[in-house]
């Protein structure tokens, strides 16, 4: 069974429009992230949450805003799709507070802006 | 700003062979360094950590720590088919939201 629960798993997007990709982890954990994937890139950190809490932010770009509704959801919504922001999108957790326990993922989204 | 590079970029090894996998990376604080595997449609899924200078040994896998040199490595002994994927290593932040900071990964092709 899935642990981490990423919807939907293929989305494609027109230019311009706004989009928002859900996350749900069933771990019992305090921490969610977000990172992107792209062709000939490193997996890029986005955004980390801990207690429903934004902790760290790398994402220039205010067009991605993540939304935590309840504890164990972390969805992105973004805005203004460009088709540069076509990439997979990774939700993770873990637990919160600590650096040495490991960081758990979801089967991504793989968004496409056309 | 943590910077983690790896090589190769690639790898092809024999059923049998042994894989060895590099990564450097720039933040002489860091502490936790992680190795992730993924495959093809999937996320990534963590191997093992290290977290003291040295080996450690889990199965197969074999992880080597150097903090001095900035170095840490990956061996897979008995390289099986199922083996091919993409590795990571990463390094865990000590800092607010404890990021994880990805190499760019090193694609293993294990041949039968």
């Known amino acids: 069974d899935p642990k981490i629960i990423q919807k939907p798993k293929y989305l494609v997007a027109v230019t311009g429009s706004e989009k928002i990709l859900i996350c749900e982890q069933y771990?019992?954990?305090?921490?969610m992230y977000w990172y992107r994937q792209s062709a000939k890139k490193p997996l890029e950190f986005m955004f980390s949450?801990?207690?429903?809490?934004?902790?760290d932010n790398q994402t220039a770009s205010s067009r991605f805003q993540p939304q935590s509704s309840k504890k164990n959801h972390l969805d992105l919504q973004i805005t203004a799709l460009k088709p540069d922001d076509s990439a997979t999108y990774f939700c993770?957790?873990?637990?919160?507070?600590?650096?040495?326990?490991?960081?758990?993922f979801g089967k991504g989204t793989r968004l496409t802006v056309v | 700003q943590q910077k983690v590079q790896q090589s190769p970029e690639s790898l092809i090894v024999p059923e049998g062979g042994m894989a060895s996998l590099n990564c450097t990376f720039s933040?002489?604080?860091?502490?936790y360094f992680w190795w992730y595997r993924q495959h093809s449609g999937e996320g990534p899924k963590a191997l093992m950590?290290?977290?003291?200078?040295g080996d450690k040994k889990e199965g197969r896998f074999t992880a080597h720590l150097n903090k001095a040199s900035l170095h840490v490595s990956l061996h897979i002994k008995d390289s099986q088919p199922s083996d091919s994927a993409l590795y990571f290593c990463?390094?865990?932040?000590?800092?607010?939201?404890?990021?994880?900071?990805f190499g760019i990964g090193t694609r293993v092709l294990v041949r039968p």
């Open positions: 993770a957790s873990s637990q919160a507070g600590t650096a040495n326990t490991e960081v758990f």
């Open positions: 771990l019992g954990h305090n921490a």
């Open positions: 949450y801990s207690y429903q809490k934004l902790m």
């Open positions: 933040d002489r604080n860091s502490q």
């Open positions: 950590s290290i977290f003291s200078n």
């Open positions: 990463a390094v865990r932040g000590n800092s607010a939201g404890n990021k994880l900071t």
